[in-house]
Protein backbone atom coordinates (compact mmCIF):
# COMPACT_ATOMS: atom_id res chain seq x y z
CA UNK A 1 0.00 0.00 0.00
CA UNK A 2 1.17 3.16 -0.77
CA UNK A 3 2.19 5.47 2.10
CA UNK A 4 1.12 9.37 2.43
CA UNK A 5 4.11 11.56 3.81
CA UNK A 6 2.59 11.38 7.61
CA UNK A 7 2.67 7.33 7.61
CA UNK A 8 6.32 7.86 6.21
CA UNK A 9 7.60 9.93 8.89
CA UNK A 10 5.93 7.71 11.47
CA UNK A 11 7.89 5.01 10.20
CA UNK A 12 11.08 6.81 10.23
CA UNK A 13 10.74 7.92 14.29
CA UNK A 14 9.63 4.14 15.01
CA UNK A 15 12.90 2.99 12.87
CA UNK A 16 14.97 5.75 14.25
CA UNK A 17 14.27 4.01 17.58
CA UNK A 18 14.89 0.47 16.67
CA UNK A 19 18.01 1.41 15.33
CA UNK A 20 18.94 3.36 18.57
CA UNK A 21 19.69 6.09 16.04
CA UNK A 22 22.70 4.26 14.59
CA UNK A 23 23.93 5.13 11.30
CA UNK A 24 24.09 1.99 8.91
CA UNK A 25 25.20 1.93 5.19
CA UNK A 26 22.70 -0.05 3.01
CA UNK A 27 22.90 -0.34 -0.94
CA UNK A 28 18.89 -0.47 -0.66
CA UNK A 29 16.90 2.55 -2.31
CA UNK A 30 15.57 3.58 0.80
CA UNK A 31 11.61 4.22 1.01
CA UNK A 32 12.49 6.47 3.72
CA UNK A 33 15.32 9.50 4.13
CA UNK A 34 18.31 7.80 3.88
CA UNK A 35 19.85 8.50 7.24
CA UNK A 36 17.25 5.79 9.03
CA UNK A 37 17.34 2.28 9.15
CA UNK A 38 14.73 -0.19 9.40
CA UNK A 39 14.63 -2.98 11.99
CA UNK A 40 16.24 -5.99 10.31
CA UNK A 41 13.62 -8.69 10.31
CA UNK A 42 14.65 -12.45 11.07
CA UNK A 43 11.79 -14.72 11.97
CA UNK A 44 8.44 -15.13 12.01
CA UNK A 45 5.94 -16.84 14.90
CA UNK A 46 2.35 -16.67 14.27
CA UNK A 47 0.67 -13.24 14.91
CA UNK A 48 4.60 -12.20 15.83
CA UNK A 49 7.57 -11.03 13.73
CA UNK A 50 10.87 -11.25 15.64
CA UNK A 51 13.78 -8.96 14.52
CA UNK A 52 17.59 -9.71 14.30
CA UNK A 53 17.96 -8.36 18.58
CA UNK A 54 15.37 -10.58 19.38
CA UNK A 55 12.87 -7.66 19.84
CA UNK A 56 9.30 -8.87 19.03
CA UNK A 57 6.42 -7.68 17.50
CA UNK A 58 2.30 -8.19 17.60
CA UNK A 59 2.05 -8.03 14.05
CA UNK A 60 -1.92 -6.25 14.82
CA UNK A 61 -2.20 -5.63 10.75
CA UNK A 62 -0.30 -8.85 9.16
CA UNK A 63 1.65 -5.61 7.54
CA UNK A 64 -0.86 -4.08 5.57
CA UNK A 65 -3.05 -7.07 5.36
CA UNK A 66 -0.92 -9.34 3.88
CA UNK A 67 0.14 -11.99 6.27
CA UNK A 68 -3.29 -13.51 6.79
CA UNK A 69 -1.87 -16.43 7.80
CA UNK A 70 1.04 -14.99 10.37
CA UNK A 71 4.57 -15.69 9.96
CA UNK A 72 5.91 -18.53 8.46
CA UNK A 73 2.75 -20.34 8.05
CA UNK A 74 3.75 -24.67 8.46
CA UNK A 75 3.92 -26.04 4.87
CA UNK A 76 2.88 -23.10 2.46
CA UNK A 77 6.85 -22.31 2.25
CA UNK A 78 7.72 -26.24 1.71
CA UNK A 79 5.11 -26.37 -1.22
CA UNK A 80 6.74 -23.37 -3.01
CA UNK A 81 10.02 -24.79 -2.46
CA UNK A 82 8.94 -28.10 -3.75
CA UNK A 83 7.88 -26.92 -6.98
CA UNK A 84 10.23 -24.36 -7.40
CA UNK A 85 12.67 -27.07 -7.43
CA UNK A 86 10.54 -28.88 -10.39
CA UNK A 87 10.00 -25.71 -12.68
CA UNK A 88 11.19 -22.00 -11.87
CA UNK A 89 8.70 -20.63 -15.18
CA UNK A 90 6.75 -21.17 -18.12
CA UNK A 91 5.50 -18.32 -20.20
CA UNK A 92 2.06 -17.55 -19.76
CA UNK A 93 1.46 -17.44 -23.62
CA UNK A 94 3.26 -21.25 -24.27
CA UNK A 95 1.80 -22.91 -21.47
CA UNK A 96 -0.73 -23.05 -18.56
CA UNK A 97 0.47 -25.00 -15.42
CA UNK A 98 -0.85 -27.74 -12.89
CA UNK A 99 -0.83 -24.95 -9.85
CA UNK A 100 -1.91 -22.30 -12.08
CA UNK A 101 -5.10 -24.65 -13.15
CA UNK A 102 -5.73 -25.40 -9.48
CA UNK A 103 -5.85 -22.56 -7.85
CA UNK A 104 -8.15 -20.89 -10.60
CA UNK A 105 -10.41 -24.18 -9.98
CA UNK A 106 -10.15 -23.56 -6.03
CA UNK A 107 -10.76 -20.02 -6.79
CA UNK A 108 -13.76 -20.21 -9.51
CA UNK A 109 -15.26 -22.52 -6.48
CA UNK A 110 -15.37 -20.29 -3.71
CA UNK A 111 -16.56 -17.54 -5.59
CA UNK A 112 -20.24 -16.61 -6.16
CA UNK A 113 -22.07 -18.58 -8.23
CA UNK A 114 -21.31 -17.79 -12.04
CA UNK A 115 -18.07 -16.35 -10.95
CA UNK A 116 -16.21 -19.15 -13.48
CA UNK A 117 -12.65 -17.66 -14.83
CA UNK A 118 -9.30 -16.49 -13.08
CA UNK A 119 -6.88 -14.40 -13.96
CA UNK A 120 -3.78 -14.47 -11.82
CA UNK A 121 -1.39 -11.11 -11.48
CA UNK A 122 1.33 -9.83 -9.07
CA UNK A 123 -0.50 -7.44 -7.13
CA UNK A 124 -3.90 -5.90 -6.17
CA UNK A 125 -2.67 -2.94 -8.09
CA UNK A 126 -2.50 -5.19 -11.40
CA UNK A 127 -5.14 -6.77 -10.30
CA UNK A 128 -7.21 -3.73 -10.21
CA UNK A 129 -5.66 -2.24 -13.20
CA UNK A 130 -6.71 -5.80 -15.32
CA UNK A 131 -10.04 -5.32 -14.42
CA UNK A 132 -10.01 -1.86 -15.63
CA UNK A 133 -8.77 -3.32 -18.93
CA UNK A 134 -11.15 -6.74 -19.02
CA UNK A 135 -13.85 -3.69 -18.43
CA UNK A 136 -12.75 -1.89 -21.49
CA UNK A 137 -12.39 -4.72 -23.53
CA UNK A 138 -15.81 -6.20 -22.76
CA UNK A 139 -17.72 -3.10 -24.30
CA UNK A 140 -14.92 -2.67 -26.77
CA UNK A 141 -16.29 -6.25 -27.97
CA UNK A 142 -19.86 -5.65 -27.52
CA UNK A 143 -19.76 -2.55 -29.59
CA UNK A 144 -19.62 0.00 -27.05
CA UNK A 145 -16.14 1.59 -27.29
CA UNK A 146 -17.21 4.86 -25.61
CA UNK A 147 -17.75 3.29 -22.49
CA UNK A 148 -14.44 4.29 -20.71
CA UNK A 149 -14.89 5.54 -17.90
CA UNK A 150 -14.87 3.82 -14.31
CA UNK A 151 -16.77 5.50 -11.31
CA UNK A 152 -15.30 4.49 -7.47
CA UNK A 153 -15.72 6.04 -3.87
CA UNK A 154 -14.14 9.12 -2.47
CA UNK A 155 -11.22 8.45 0.17
CA UNK A 156 -10.81 4.81 -1.33
CA UNK A 157 -7.82 3.14 -2.03
CA UNK A 158 -7.45 1.09 -5.10
CA UNK A 159 -3.80 0.63 -6.14
CA UNK A 160 -0.42 2.23 -6.85
CA UNK A 161 -0.25 2.29 -10.94
CA UNK A 162 -1.75 4.61 -12.66
CA UNK A 163 -5.29 2.92 -13.62
CA UNK A 164 -5.62 2.04 -10.12
CA UNK A 165 -4.71 5.40 -8.59
CA UNK A 166 -7.23 6.77 -11.21
CA UNK A 167 -9.80 4.92 -9.27
CA UNK A 168 -8.56 5.47 -5.95
CA UNK A 169 -10.74 8.55 -3.93
CA UNK A 170 -7.92 9.24 -1.05
CA UNK A 171 -6.42 12.41 -2.25
CA UNK A 172 -3.41 12.20 0.11
CA UNK A 173 -2.23 8.99 -1.88
CA UNK A 174 -3.41 10.92 -5.66
CA UNK A 175 -1.59 14.13 -4.81
CA UNK A 176 1.65 14.01 -6.11
CA UNK A 177 0.73 12.68 -9.18
CA UNK A 178 -2.40 13.88 -9.89
CA UNK A 179 -1.16 15.51 -13.62
CA UNK A 180 -0.99 11.56 -14.61
CA UNK A 181 -4.31 10.52 -13.31
CA UNK A 182 -7.08 9.44 -15.39
CA UNK A 183 -10.54 11.79 -15.20
CA UNK A 184 -12.58 8.86 -13.47
CA UNK A 185 -15.69 10.47 -11.27
CA UNK A 186 -16.17 9.95 -7.49
CA UNK A 187 -19.19 8.98 -5.41
CA UNK A 188 -19.91 9.50 -1.93
CA UNK A 189 -18.53 6.01 0.29
CA UNK A 190 -21.48 5.24 2.70
CA UNK A 191 -19.84 6.69 5.20
CA UNK A 192 -22.58 6.53 8.19
CA UNK A 193 -20.27 8.12 10.77
CA UNK A 194 -20.10 11.24 8.35
CA UNK A 195 -23.13 10.93 6.43
CA UNK A 196 -22.84 13.39 3.89
CA UNK A 197 -26.45 13.25 3.49
CA UNK A 198 -27.16 13.66 7.05
CA UNK A 199 -29.61 10.32 7.54
CA UNK A 200 -29.47 8.21 10.66
CA UNK A 201 -30.52 5.02 11.05
CA UNK A 202 -34.27 5.77 10.60
CA UNK A 203 -34.01 7.83 7.54
CA UNK A 204 -31.67 5.96 5.43
CA UNK A 205 -32.80 5.81 2.27
CA UNK A 206 -29.09 4.93 0.74
CA UNK A 207 -29.05 7.94 -0.91
CA UNK A 208 -25.48 7.26 -1.04
CA UNK A 209 -25.62 4.33 -3.56
CA UNK A 210 -28.53 6.25 -4.98
CA UNK A 211 -25.89 8.94 -5.64
CA UNK A 212 -24.19 6.34 -8.39
CA UNK A 213 -26.95 6.66 -10.46
CA UNK A 214 -26.33 10.12 -10.59
CA UNK A 215 -23.23 9.63 -11.76
CA UNK A 216 -24.08 7.44 -14.19
CA UNK A 217 -26.40 10.00 -15.38
CA UNK A 218 -24.01 12.88 -15.52
CA UNK A 219 -21.40 11.59 -17.31
CA UNK A 220 -24.11 9.78 -19.39
CA UNK A 221 -24.00 5.71 -19.44
CA UNK A 222 -23.03 5.78 -22.92
CA UNK A 223 -19.70 6.85 -20.84
CA UNK A 224 -19.47 4.44 -18.27
CA UNK A 225 -17.55 1.46 -18.24
CA UNK A 226 -17.66 0.07 -14.66
CA UNK A 227 -17.93 0.83 -10.81
CA UNK A 228 -15.58 -0.40 -8.33
CA UNK A 229 -16.63 -0.97 -4.93
CA UNK A 230 -14.51 -2.30 -1.93
CA UNK A 231 -16.79 -4.37 1.12
CA UNK A 232 -14.24 -3.51 3.48
CA UNK A 233 -12.66 -0.33 2.99
CA UNK A 234 -8.37 -0.65 4.04
CA UNK A 235 -6.84 2.00 5.94
CA UNK A 236 -7.71 5.42 4.28
CA UNK A 237 -11.48 4.64 5.27
CA UNK A 238 -10.63 2.76 8.99
CA UNK A 239 -12.67 -0.24 8.22
CA UNK A 240 -15.85 1.32 6.40
CA UNK A 241 -18.09 -1.24 5.30
CA UNK A 242 -20.50 -1.62 3.15
CA UNK A 243 -23.97 -3.25 3.90
CA UNK A 244 -25.83 -5.91 1.99
CA UNK A 245 -28.40 -3.37 0.86
CA UNK A 246 -26.05 -1.16 -0.05
CA UNK A 247 -24.41 -3.37 -2.12
CA UNK A 248 -27.32 -4.66 -3.92
CA UNK A 249 -28.63 -1.23 -4.58
CA UNK A 250 -25.62 -0.73 -6.16
CA UNK A 251 -26.09 -4.22 -7.95
CA UNK A 252 -29.56 -2.91 -9.59
CA UNK A 253 -28.31 0.38 -10.55
CA UNK A 254 -25.03 -1.47 -12.33
CA UNK A 255 -27.59 -3.86 -14.14
CA UNK A 256 -29.86 -0.87 -15.63
CA UNK A 257 -26.72 0.83 -17.02
CA UNK A 258 -24.75 -1.77 -18.59
CA UNK A 259 -22.24 -0.70 -15.92
CA UNK A 260 -19.74 -4.00 -14.70
CA UNK A 261 -19.40 -4.02 -10.71
CA UNK A 262 -15.95 -4.48 -9.97
CA UNK A 263 -15.74 -5.98 -6.10
CA UNK A 264 -12.04 -4.79 -4.77
CA UNK A 265 -11.70 -8.03 -1.86
CA UNK A 266 -7.78 -6.96 -1.65
CA UNK A 267 -8.81 -6.43 1.83
CA UNK A 268 -11.97 -8.12 2.44
CA UNK A 269 -11.16 -11.39 -0.08
CA UNK A 270 -10.11 -14.95 1.30
CA UNK A 271 -11.64 -15.44 4.96
CA UNK A 272 -10.97 -12.00 6.34
CA UNK A 273 -15.06 -11.57 7.58
CA UNK A 274 -15.12 -15.50 8.26
CA UNK A 275 -16.02 -16.03 4.53
CA UNK A 276 -14.54 -16.66 1.53
CA UNK A 277 -15.28 -13.45 0.04
CA UNK A 278 -17.04 -10.13 1.97
CA UNK A 279 -19.92 -9.79 -0.90
CA UNK A 280 -21.15 -13.43 -0.04
CA UNK A 281 -23.29 -11.78 3.03
CA UNK A 282 -25.28 -9.20 0.61
CA UNK A 283 -25.76 -12.06 -2.26
CA UNK A 284 -24.48 -9.69 -4.94
CA UNK A 285 -23.17 -11.49 -7.45
CA UNK A 286 -20.17 -9.06 -8.86
CA UNK A 287 -18.65 -9.45 -12.55
CA UNK A 288 -14.99 -8.88 -11.49
CA UNK A 289 -13.52 -9.90 -8.21
CA UNK A 290 -10.18 -8.73 -7.29
CA UNK A 291 -8.17 -10.26 -4.41
CA UNK A 292 -4.15 -9.54 -3.62
CA UNK A 293 -2.48 -10.00 -0.12
CA UNK A 294 -2.75 -13.22 1.71
CA UNK A 295 -3.23 -15.16 -1.47
CA UNK A 296 0.56 -15.47 -1.57
CA UNK A 297 0.48 -16.36 2.15
CA UNK A 298 2.70 -13.51 2.39
CA UNK A 299 5.73 -15.47 0.38
CA UNK A 300 5.01 -14.06 -3.23
CA UNK A 301 3.67 -10.89 -4.63
CA UNK A 302 0.27 -11.89 -5.81
CA UNK A 303 -3.23 -10.60 -7.27
CA UNK A 304 -5.98 -12.34 -8.94
CA UNK A 305 -9.04 -11.23 -11.59
CA UNK A 306 -11.88 -13.71 -11.09
CA UNK A 307 -14.66 -13.15 -13.94
CA UNK A 308 -18.23 -13.96 -14.47
CA UNK A 309 -19.05 -16.25 -17.29
CA UNK A 310 -20.29 -13.50 -19.10
CA UNK A 311 -17.47 -11.29 -18.83
CA UNK A 312 -15.61 -14.17 -20.34
CA UNK A 313 -18.31 -15.27 -23.04
CA UNK A 314 -17.63 -11.82 -24.49
CA UNK A 315 -14.28 -12.95 -25.40
CA UNK A 316 -15.04 -15.96 -25.96
CA UNK A 317 -17.56 -15.29 -28.76
CA UNK A 318 -15.79 -12.70 -30.17
CA UNK A 319 -12.60 -15.17 -30.34
CA UNK A 320 -10.58 -12.23 -28.99
CA UNK A 321 -7.64 -12.43 -26.93
CA UNK A 322 -7.29 -10.30 -24.19
CA UNK A 323 -4.95 -7.06 -24.64
CA UNK A 324 -3.15 -7.42 -21.80
CA UNK A 325 -0.79 -9.64 -19.90
CA UNK A 326 2.64 -9.47 -17.76
CA UNK A 327 5.76 -11.31 -17.60
CA UNK A 328 4.62 -12.90 -14.85
CA UNK A 329 1.02 -13.58 -15.37
CA UNK A 330 -0.29 -16.43 -14.04
CA UNK A 331 3.11 -17.77 -13.01
CA UNK A 332 3.62 -21.39 -11.36
CA UNK A 333 4.83 -20.54 -7.93
CA UNK A 334 1.97 -18.05 -7.89
CA UNK A 335 -0.54 -20.89 -8.47
CA UNK A 336 1.35 -23.39 -5.78
CA UNK A 337 1.35 -19.98 -3.55
CA UNK A 338 -2.60 -19.70 -3.43
CA UNK A 339 -3.07 -23.70 -3.89
CA UNK A 340 -1.39 -24.06 -0.24
CA UNK A 341 -2.71 -20.91 1.41
CA UNK A 342 -6.47 -21.72 0.36
CA UNK A 343 -5.93 -25.61 1.37
CA UNK A 344 -3.93 -23.95 4.84
CA UNK A 345 -7.46 -22.03 5.60
CA UNK A 346 -9.41 -25.37 4.50
CA UNK A 347 -7.72 -27.12 6.73
CA UNK A 348 -7.26 -25.10 9.77
CA UNK A 349 -10.97 -24.25 10.11
CA UNK A 350 -9.83 -20.50 9.78
CA UNK A 351 -13.22 -19.19 8.37
CA UNK A 352 -15.00 -20.75 11.62
CA UNK A 353 -11.78 -19.48 13.87
CA UNK A 354 -11.96 -15.83 11.84
CA UNK A 355 -15.55 -15.63 12.51
CA UNK A 356 -15.51 -16.45 16.50
CA UNK A 357 -12.28 -14.16 16.81
CA UNK A 358 -13.80 -11.78 15.00
CA UNK A 359 -16.53 -11.13 17.62
CA UNK A 360 -14.10 -11.24 20.46
CA UNK A 361 -12.65 -8.43 18.58
CA UNK A 362 -15.88 -6.30 18.48
CA UNK A 363 -16.39 -7.35 21.75
CA UNK A 364 -13.06 -6.64 23.39
CA UNK A 365 -12.28 -3.31 21.05
CA UNK A 366 -16.15 -1.61 22.30
CA UNK A 367 -14.53 -0.87 25.07
CA UNK A 368 -12.19 1.52 23.13
CA UNK A 369 -15.24 4.29 22.74
CA UNK A 370 -14.54 5.66 25.93
CA UNK A 371 -11.15 6.48 25.31
CA UNK A 372 -11.66 10.88 24.62
CA UNK A 373 -10.06 10.39 20.83
CA UNK A 374 -12.09 7.85 19.46
CA UNK A 375 -15.31 9.13 18.05
CA UNK A 376 -16.33 6.23 16.01
CA UNK A 377 -15.11 2.28 15.95
CA UNK A 378 -16.23 -0.11 12.51
CA UNK A 379 -15.52 -2.54 10.43
CA UNK A 380 -16.11 -6.38 10.16
CA UNK A 381 -14.41 -9.52 10.27
CA UNK A 382 -10.61 -9.03 11.20
CA UNK A 383 -10.74 -5.59 10.58
CA UNK A 384 -11.42 -2.65 12.90
CA UNK A 385 -10.90 0.50 13.01
CA UNK A 386 -11.06 3.13 15.30
CA UNK A 387 -11.48 7.03 14.06
CA UNK A 388 -10.10 9.68 15.66
CA UNK A 389 -11.49 12.96 16.61
CA UNK A 390 -11.06 16.32 18.47
CA UNK A 391 -14.48 16.77 19.65
CA UNK A 392 -16.49 13.95 19.91
CA UNK A 393 -19.82 15.24 19.89
CA UNK A 394 -19.07 17.78 16.88
CA UNK A 395 -16.78 15.28 15.26
CA UNK A 396 -14.47 17.50 14.51
CA UNK A 397 -11.64 16.02 13.17
CA UNK A 398 -7.59 16.57 14.31
CA UNK A 399 -6.21 18.89 12.49
CA UNK A 400 -3.54 16.88 10.08
CA UNK A 401 -0.33 19.00 11.39
CA UNK A 402 -1.31 17.24 14.58
CA UNK A 403 -0.65 13.81 12.82
CA UNK A 404 -2.62 12.24 16.11
CA UNK A 405 -3.38 8.43 14.29
CA UNK A 406 0.13 8.53 14.16
CA UNK A 407 1.11 9.46 17.69
CA UNK A 408 -1.18 6.77 18.39
CA UNK A 409 0.51 4.10 16.44
CA UNK A 410 4.16 5.07 17.54
CA UNK A 411 2.29 4.79 21.25
CA UNK A 412 1.10 1.25 20.51
CA UNK A 413 4.48 -0.24 18.77
CA UNK A 414 6.08 1.33 21.92
CA UNK A 415 3.60 -1.32 23.40
CA UNK A 416 5.05 -4.10 21.10
CA UNK A 417 1.78 -3.69 18.64
CA UNK A 418 2.22 -2.96 15.12
CA UNK A 419 -1.21 -1.09 13.71
CA UNK A 420 -1.89 0.33 10.23
CA UNK A 421 -2.85 4.01 10.30
CA UNK A 422 -5.05 6.25 7.72
CA UNK A 423 -5.73 9.83 6.91
CA UNK A 424 -7.82 11.92 5.03
CA UNK A 425 -11.61 9.98 5.52
CA UNK A 426 -13.28 12.98 7.02
CA UNK A 427 -12.31 16.22 4.33
CA UNK A 428 -9.56 14.63 2.35
CA UNK A 429 -6.97 16.09 4.08
CA UNK A 430 -8.11 15.33 7.80
CA UNK A 431 -9.86 12.63 10.06
CA UNK A 432 -7.64 10.24 11.59
CA UNK A 433 -8.18 6.58 11.70
CA UNK A 434 -6.21 3.38 13.27
CA UNK A 435 -6.85 0.35 12.04
CA UNK A 436 -6.22 -3.46 13.86
CA UNK A 437 -6.38 -6.37 11.23
CA UNK A 438 -5.06 -9.55 13.12
CA UNK A 439 -3.71 -12.24 11.23
CA UNK A 440 -6.36 -15.19 10.87
CA UNK A 441 -4.17 -17.64 13.13
CA UNK A 442 -4.10 -14.70 16.12
CA UNK A 443 -5.74 -15.77 19.78
CA UNK A 444 -7.67 -14.13 22.24
CA UNK A 445 -4.97 -13.25 24.14
CA UNK A 446 -3.24 -12.16 21.30
CA UNK A 447 -6.62 -9.85 20.73
CA UNK A 448 -6.43 -8.77 24.14
CA UNK A 449 -2.98 -7.75 23.96
CA UNK A 450 -3.23 -5.50 20.97
CA UNK A 451 -6.76 -3.76 21.97
CA UNK A 452 -5.36 -2.97 25.74
CA UNK A 453 -1.68 -1.71 23.75
CA UNK A 454 -4.04 0.65 21.58
CA UNK A 455 -5.94 1.52 24.92
CA UNK A 456 -3.07 2.29 26.45
CA UNK A 457 -1.79 4.36 23.76
CA UNK A 458 -4.55 6.32 23.08
CA UNK A 459 -4.67 6.98 26.28
CA UNK A 460 -1.42 8.43 26.73
CA UNK A 461 -1.66 10.61 23.32
CA UNK A 462 -5.10 12.06 24.91
CA UNK A 463 -3.12 13.16 28.06
CA UNK A 464 -0.56 14.94 25.74
CA UNK A 465 -3.48 16.59 24.42
C1 LIG B 1 -8.55 -2.31 -1.21
C2 LIG B 1 -7.20 -2.37 -1.87
N1 LIG B 1 -7.12 -2.56 -3.19
C3 LIG B 1 -5.94 -2.63 -3.83
C4 LIG B 1 -4.74 -2.49 -3.15
C5 LIG B 1 -3.43 -2.55 -3.87
O1 LIG B 1 -2.77 -3.74 -3.60
P1 LIG B 1 -1.18 -3.89 -3.77
O2 LIG B 1 -0.53 -3.07 -2.72
O3 LIG B 1 -0.93 -5.37 -3.65
O4 LIG B 1 -0.85 -3.41 -5.14
C6 LIG B 1 -4.78 -2.29 -1.77
C7 LIG B 1 -3.52 -2.14 -1.00
O5 LIG B 1 -3.46 -1.78 0.13
C8 LIG B 1 -6.03 -2.23 -1.11
O6 LIG B 1 -6.12 -2.02 0.22
Same mark, same amino acid.
Request: glycine share 10%; charged share 20%; aromatic share 6%.
Given at each position: ????D??V ?5 LN ?16 F ?18 D??G ?36 Y ?15 L ?6 G?E ?5 T???T ?12 H??R????K ?11 G ?29 P????R ?21 I ?18 A ?10 Y ?9 R ?7 D ?21 P? +???L?? /???? $? ?5 ? *?? &???R #? ?14 E ?6 L ?6 A?L ?10 H ?14 LA ?13 V ?15 DR ?16 ? +??L??N /?A?? $? ?5 ? *?? &???? #??T?T ?20
Amino acid at each position: MALTDSEVELKISLNQEAAGGAQRASAVFPKFPASYQLPVAASGDGAWIVDTEGKRYLDGSGGVFVAILGHSPAGVGEAIAAQAAKLNFAYSGDFTTGPQEQLARMLTAIAPKGIEKAWLTTSGSTANETAMKLSRQYHLLRGSPEKVRIISREHSYHGSTVGALSMTGSLPRRMPFEPYLLNFPKISPPYCYRCQFRADESNCVLQCANELEIAIKTVGAQYVSAFIVEPVAGAPLGGLTSSPAYMRRIREICDRYDVLLIVDEVVSGLGRTGSWFGIEESGVTPD +LITLAK /GLGG $GYLPIGA *VL &AHER #VHKAFEEANASVVHSESFTGHVLLGTAGVAVLEFIEKNDLLEHVAKLSQYLEASSARLADCSLVGDIRGRGLVRGVELVADKKTKRPFDRQERVSERVAKAAAAHGV +LLLTGN /GAAD $GVNGDTV *VM &APPY #VATETDIDLMVSALEEALNEVAAQI
